[in-house]
Nanobody, 124 residues
Framework: QVQLVESGGGLVQAGGSLRLSCAAS????????MGWFRQAPGKEREFVAR????????YSVDSVKGRFTISRDNAKNTAYLQMNSLKPEDTAVYYC?????????????????WGQGTQVTVSS
């Protein structure tokens, strides 16, 4: 069993930055692909970014490209989402998730383990 704990959320003004962290328990973190998702009030959970198990490959949704960077440190069992140039539309609860390195892509159901989420609020 793997447990994930997100941190780093908060309130920031538009144009500001935040770095989210996702700490994983267990010794198999490096075997999984990692994804970040977000869910705004009244909306479905949506994909933000994905990183391969080794960290060598990343992919992000167009709306955050050039602003958000996903990374991971397998030695620390931790993944990160650096968010710059934040916009009010980035306001959401952000979740990290682990999934099979083969199957985990951009869909919620492709991930096996989820954190509890961290709130990000961007004021205009």
């Amino acid at each position: 069993q793997v447990q994930l704990v997100e941190s780093g959320g908060g309130l920031v003004q538009a144009g500001g930055s935040l770095r989210l962290s996702c700490a994983a328990s267990g010794r198999t973190f490096s075997s999984y692909a990692m994804g970040w998702f977000r869910q705004a009030p009244g909306k479905e959970r949506e994909f933000v970014a994905r990183i391969s198990s080794s960290g060598s490959n990343t992919y992000s949704v167009d709306s955050v490209k050039g602003r958000f960077t996903i990374s991971r440190d397998n030695a620390k069992n931790t993944a990160y989402l650096q968010m710059n140039s934040l916009k009010p539309e980035d306001t959401a609860v952000y979740y990290c998730a682990l999934g099979s390195p083969v199957l985990a892509g951009t869909m919620v159901h492709q991930y096996d383990y989820w954190g509890q989420g961290t709130q990000v609020t961007v004021s205009s």
